[in-house]
């Protein structure tokens, strides 16, 4: 298996981060029918929001290097298993494809965010509401209001509102990695 490893420092101990390096996806399949509308009955469940389509859309499933589960739509991977948790990637969320919560950083934040570190409170001017502890919620710039990482919370709305300091979010896919760089043309 082929990982790209990130470190990342917490009180001097150092620990690894592993996405995935998709170098080549195998045991790609069209999904049936029946299996594409209980993908869907899961995404909207597990996320809490609705998944935009088109009624003649159709995923394929697919599985990468490392074993990871990948869900593509027209060429380019909408979801990724990452931790056995199915993730939104930014390019579903760039096409409209689903929707969730997020928290916007200011612009000192983004060459961080966008090189793949976890999002500090400080760097945070606004949150939406409905982020629960363990949220999957974008990350996006307060300038252009675009994406720049998916991850989870790890304080509710209120919390992340409150807060004065600290890690809030942890980074999980991020523009500039292993799978953003896949899905470039």
């Not at 290097?65 to 298993?81: A, C, R, T, Y």
């Not at 807060?163 to 896919?173: F, L, N």
Request: charge should be negative; aromatic fraction near 6%; proline fraction near 3%.
């Amino acid at each position: 298996m082929t990982f790209c490893d990130f470190v990342a420092f917490k009180r001097s101990r150092p620990f690894v981060i592993k996405m995935p390096k998709i170098e080549r996806i195998k045991k790609r399949h069209l999904l049936k029918k029946r299996d594409q509308r209980d993908l869907l009955e899961y995404i909207e469940n597990t996320l809490a929001t609705s998944v935009n389509l088109d009624s003649k859309a159709r995923f394929e499933e697919g599985v990468i290097d490392d074993g990871s589960k990948i869900i593509i739509l027209n060429d380019e991977i909408v979801f990724i298993e990452i931790e056995e948790r199915l993730f939104p990637t930014l390019r579903a969320l760039l096409q409209g494809i689903i929707d969730i919560p997020s928290v916007t950083v200011d612009m000192g934040a983004v060459k961080f965010v966008a090189n793949g570190a976890d999002i500090m409170r400080p760097g945070i001017t606004e949150v939406d509401e409905g982020i629960e502890k363990d949220t999957i919620v974008s990350v996006i710039d307060e300038r252009h209001g675009k994406p720049l990482a998916i991850g989870v919370s790890t304080l509710g709305t209120e919390e992340l509102r409150a807060a004065e300091s600290g890690k809030v979010i942890i980074s999980k896919h991020y523009i500039g990695d292993d799978l953003w760089e896949y899905g470039k043309s």
